[in-house]
């Protein structure tokens, strides 16, 4: 049995008294990918913001339910929500360089947030999280430079290298290629089939083609519920219930 690094039991999440994600169990398997896929509105991305409690930035967001990480929940009392920031890291879908700063400053953002001033170490967490972002030899000679001056692809890759310095356990993805180009989309691709190896991985994914080529295991959300979740081949050749081939297919969505 594949051990387990985070896991949602019952997990509910209100808006107002609007229920955006309803009574959702899904185990999120150590160093594996796992893809969540479904048509806009499903509740995809309110899913994946409670892995990390984004939503405690929103007063009318409520929470019910169990959110573990390594068997102890996030929403217990006295959990501090930027630890489990830190430790649950995030990318959005669209690249966030900070304009002001330089590449290497972006990169070390979050290390200066929690007080490291060491130079050298910084230096070497700038090298090792932009090379696990396949990025450090288009930019090694360019790291005092703005990273609004990357292309989009970089600088999504740049986001990526952010949430990696400050070595979380888990990388939640946003859509992370939706705004990018095919060859940008690629680069991310290949990079989130190296990533697993040292970092579990979950992605939201309105590209069902992406979610069949990178992750391990799929769930398919449907007005806020999860319809099924399974191992990424058995569910898009052979799914379960008729609501998920009626997506997978084109019928919806």
Same mark, same amino acid.
């Given at each position: 049995?594949? #051990?387990?690094?985070?896991?949602?039991?019952?997990?509910?999440?209100?808006?107002?008294?609007?229920?955006?994600?309803?009574?959702?169990?899904l185990p999120v398997h150590d160093r594996k990918i796992t893809a969540l896929i479904g048509p806009s509105g499903c509740g995809k991305t309110t899913f994946?913001?409670?892995?990390?409690?984004?939503?405690?930035?929103?007063?009318?967001?409520?929470?019910?339910?169990?959110?573990?990480?390594?068997?102890?929940?996030?929403?217990?009392?006295?959990?501090?929500?930027? %630890?489990?920031?830190?430790?649950?890291?995030?990318?959005?879908?669209?690249?966030?360089?900070?304009? !002001?700063?330089?590449?290497?400053?972006?990169?070390?953002?979050?290390?200066?947030?929690?007080?490291?001033?060491?130079?050298?170490?910084?230096?070497?967490v700038a090298e090792r999280s932009l090379k696990a972002a396949a990025l450090w030899d288009e930019v090694k000679d360019r790291l005092n430079e703005p990273?609004?001056? +990357?292309?989009?692809?970089?600088?999504?890759?740049?986001?990526?290298?952010?949430?990696?310095?400050?070595? #979380?356990?888990?990388?939640?993805?946003?859509?992370? !290629?939706?705004?990018?180009?095919?060859?940008? &989309?690629?680069?991310?691709?290949?990079?989130? &089939?190296?990533?697993?190896?040292?970092?579990?991985?979950?992605?939201?994914?309105?590209?069902?083609?992406?979610?069949?080529? %990178?992750?391990?295991? !799929?769930?398919?959300?449907?007005?806020?519920?999860?319809?099924?979740?399974? #191992?990424?081949?058995? +569910?898009?050749?052979?799914?379960?219930?008729?609501? !998920?081939?009626?997506?997978?297919?084109?019928?919806?969505?």
């Amino acid at each position: 049995m594949e #051990p387990l690094r985070m896991e949602t039991q019952n997990l509910t999440v209100y808006y107002g008294k609007n229920a955006g994600v309803k009574n959702v169990s899904l185990p999120v398997h150590d160093r594996k990918i796992t893809a969540l896929i479904g048509p806009s509105g499903c509740g995809k991305t309110t899913f994946l913001r409670a892995l990390n409690r984004m939503h405690d930035l929103n007063p009318i967001v409520r929470i019910e339910g169990r959110v573990l990480l390594d068997g102890e929940d996030v929403y217990a009392a006295g959990v501090d929500p930027v %630890v489990i920031r830190r430790r649950v890291g995030m990318v959005f879908q669209r690249p966030t360089p900070f304009p !002001t700063m330089s590449i290497f400053e972006n990169v070390v953002a979050g290390l200066r947030l929690v007080g490291v001033k060491d130079r050298e170490r910084l230096a070497e967490v700038a090298e090792r999280s932009l090379k696990a972002a396949a990025l450090w030899d288009e930019v090694k000679d360019r790291l005092n430079e703005p990273a609004v001056g +990357l292309s989009g692809g970089q600088q999504q890759r740049i986001s990526i290298a952010r949430a990696l310095a400050v070595e #979380p356990e888990v990388l939640l993805m946003d859509e992370p !290629t939706s705004a990018l180009d095919p060859i940008s &989309t690629q680069a991310i691709e290949d990079l989130l &089939t190296d990533l697993k190896d040292q970092v579990t991985i979950v992605i939201v994914t309105h590209n069902m083609q992406q979610a069949a080529r %990178v992750s391990d295991r !799929t769930a398919f959300f449907l007005n806020g519920d999860m319809i099924e979740y399974g #191992p990424t081949e058995r +569910l898009f050749t052979n799914p379960a219930d008729e609501r !998920t081939e009626a997506y997978i297919t084109g019928r919806f969505g």
